[in-house]
C-alpha cells in the first residue's frame, strides 16, 4: 500500500572539510511525517524508506543513496540522520543542483523531489568573508590547502605536514616563486623567511640552526650579509657588514682624541703650551698621556727650575702633576736637554671636556719645550678607585743637594682591593644589561617591521 511523507524540514546544514576539519561528522538531520493514503498519519510504527540525492529535479544520475528505518511517533513524525550507513562527503556536494528522493518500502519514489539548499549565513563562507577574485582547493597531496589567483602563482600555500617536518605557510609571487615562508617546526629549527625574487635579498630568523641549539638571525641585500648568534660568543656572535656602526650610534665605547705642538716658551705664571677637548657620549674617564721636551742654556751659579703638568684648568697644576726640569746651580754653563711624561686619570661627564698641560717658570732660564704631545682615551667604566694621585712638590730654594729638592711624596692610604674588585664587576655587569637590553628593544622593532610587511618566514631546501 502507498505510504505518503510530508516534508516538514531539513533543518541541520551540511558542513565537511576533510582537510581543514576532518572531526566534522559527514551527516546531516532530516524530518519528516509518514501517512496513509487517506493522508492520516501512520502513529507508532517503522518503515523502510530509501534516500536519494540526484543532480537533476527529474531524470539525472544519482549522487548519494541510502536505506534506512525510520521510526514515526504520536502523530506520524519522525527524524532520521542521512549519513549513517554511506557518509555524506564533500563529493556529493560537488555541484551546485541536489535534489533529494525518498521512497517507501517497496513504493514508488515520491514526487517531486526536495531540492537540498544553503542554510543562512552559510552563503557567506562560500565567499570567504567577501574575499574575492581567489579559489580555495585541495592539493593532490593529502593536507594542503593552496590559496591561489586560479593560476600557478600568487598564491598562498597552507600544508599540514611538509615533508615530515610539521606545518608550513608560503607565500608565492607570480611566477611561483617563494617570496615568504612560516616554518614553525622543523629538524634543523623552526623558522621564518622573507626574500625578493628579483634582487634575491633575504631576512631569516632559526630558533634551531642545523639542530644545534643555536638560534640566528640574518640578512642578505646588495651582496653584503649580516647575522646574529646570541648562542655564541666573541666576534662569531656578530658579524655585520664594514664599516655598518658609527661613531656616534657606538656611544659609550671607547674613543680618542690628540694635538701636538713644537715650541713653547714658559713665562712666571702657569698658562697651557698645549690642549684638547674631546666629546664624550655618556660619563666615564679621560685618560690623558702628555710628553715634551726641555732645551736651555744653563748658567753657572744659577738655579733653573721649569715646571709642567696636566690640569682640567687653563690656570693651575695639581701638586700631583707638578713634573720638574731642574737643574743645579753648580752644574757647569751649557745647553741641557730633559724629557718630561705626564700621566693623568680625570672622571667626566656627558659632553665636551678639555685637558690642559700646562707649564711655567718659577727660576732661571726659561728655556722652551719642544715635541709637546697630548693624547686623550676616553673609557665608561673604571676597574678600580680612580683618585688623585699621591704627593706634592715644593719650589726648592736652592739650599741644599739636589737630591733633598726632589718631591716628597706623601704616602696615600691603600685603597680596599675587595671592594673595588665588587665594584668593578657591578658596573660591569650594568653595562652588559643594559647593551642587552638595547639589542632585545631592536630586535623587537625589527620583528614589528617585519610583522608590518607582511610577516617573517623561513628558508628551505627550494629557496636557499
Known amino acids: 500500500m502507498l505510504r505518503r511523507i510530508l516534508l516538514l524540514a531539513i533543518f541541520s546544514s551540511f558542513v565537511y572539510a576533510s582537510t581543514l576539519l576532518s572531526a566534522t561528522p559527514p551527516m546531516m538531520n532530516f524530518q519528516g511525517i509518514l501517512t496513509n493514503p487517506m493522508g492520516n498519519p501512520l502513529v507508532s510504527t517503522s518503515r523502510t524508506v530509501h534516500f ?135 629538524p634543523s629549527g623552526g623558522s621564518v623567511f622573507v626574500q625578493t625574487p628579483v634582487s634575491l635579498s633575504y631576512v631569516w630568523m632559526n630558533s634551531n640552526v642545523g639542530g644545534t641549539g643555536q638560534a640566528e638571525l640574518s640578512g642578505f641585500g646588495s651582496g653584503s650579509v649580516f647575522s646574529l648568534r646570541p648562542g655564541l660568543s666573541g666576534n662569531s656572535a656578530v658579524s655585520l657588514t664594514t664599516n655598518a656602526i658609527s661613531a656616534p650610534e657606538i656611544l659609550d665605547e671607547p674613543g680618542v682624541a690628540g694635538n701636538s705642538f713644537d715650541g713653547f716658551a714658559p713665562g712666571g705664571a702657569i698658562a697651557p703650551m698645549l690642549s684638547r677637548t674631546i666629546t664624550c657620549p655618556a660619563a666615564g674617564y679621560v685618560l690623558a698621556v702628555a710628553s715634551c721636551e726641555w732645551d736651555g742654556f744653563h748658567t753657572a751659579g744659577t738655579l733653573d727650575f721649569n715646571t709642567a703638568g696636566l690640569s682640567s684648568s687653563s690656570s693651575t697644576i695639581p701638586g700631583d702633576q707638578e713634573l720638574t726640569v731642574y737643574i743645579h746651580p753648580g752644574l757647569p754653563s751649557g745647553e741641557y736637554l730633559e724629557q718630561l711624561a705626564s700621566v693623568e686619570i680625570f672622571p667626566v661627564p656627558a659632553g665636551a671636556f678639555t685637558v690642559y698641560y700646562n707649564c711655567y717658570n718659577s727660576s732661571g732660564t726659561t728655556g722652551a719645550f719642544w715635541d ?72 623587537e622593532e625589527l620583528k614589528k617591521q617585519l610583522g608590518q610587511q607582511g610577516g617573517p618566514q623561513l628558508p628551505n631546501q627550494e629557496n636557499r
Not at 527524524?79 to 535534489?99: E, I, K, M, W
Not at 552563503?123 to 580555495?136: E, F, L, M, P
Not at 673604571?382 to 741644599?400: E, K, M, Q, R
Not at 658596573?427 to 643594559?434: F, G, L, T, V
Open 52 to 186: 536519494t540525492i540526484y543532480d537533476a529535479a527529474a531524470g539525472g544520475s544519482i549522487q548519494w543513496a541510502e536505506t534506512l528505518t525510520v521510526n514515526t511517533d504520536a502523530s506520524g513524525r519522525f527524524n532520521v540522520t542521512l549519513g549513517q550507513v554511506h557518509p555524506l562527503t564533500d563529493a556529493v556536494f560537488s555541484g551546485t543542483d541536489r535534489y533529494l528522493s525518498l521512497a517507501v518500502a517497496s513504493d514508488p519514489e515520491l514526487t517531486p523531489r526536495t531540492q537540498i539548499v544553503s542554510v543562512g549565513y552559510t552563503n557567506r563562507v562560500s565567499t570567504v568573508d567577501g574575499a574575492t577574485g581567489g579559489t580555495i582547493g585541495t592539493s593532490s597531496t593529502p593536507g594542503i590547502v593552496d590559496l591561489t589567483n586560479g593560476g600557478g602563482g600568487n598564491g598562498l600555500n597552507l600544508i599540514g605536514d611538509a615533508f615530515g617536518q610539521g606545518g608550513h605557510v608560503y607565500s608565492r609571487d607570480p611566477g611561483n616563486f617563494k617570496q615568504a615562508a612560516l616554518e614553525p617546526y622543523a
Open 372 to 443: 709637546i704631545n697630548l693624547e686623550l682615551l676616553y673609557v665608561p667604566t673604571t676597574y678600580g678607585t680612580v683618585s688623585a694621585l699621591a704627593g706634592s712638590a715644593g719650589i726648592p730654594d736652592g739650599s741644599g743637594t739636589p737630591n733633598q729638592f726632589n718631591k716628597q711624596l706623601v704616602a696615600a692610604a691603600q685603597p680596599d682591593l675587595e671592594s673595588e674588585k665588587i665594584q668593578s664587576m657591578a658596573d660591569n655587569q650594568a653595562r652588559i644589561e643594559k647593551e642587552l637590553a638595547d639589542m632585545k628593544a631592536q630586535l
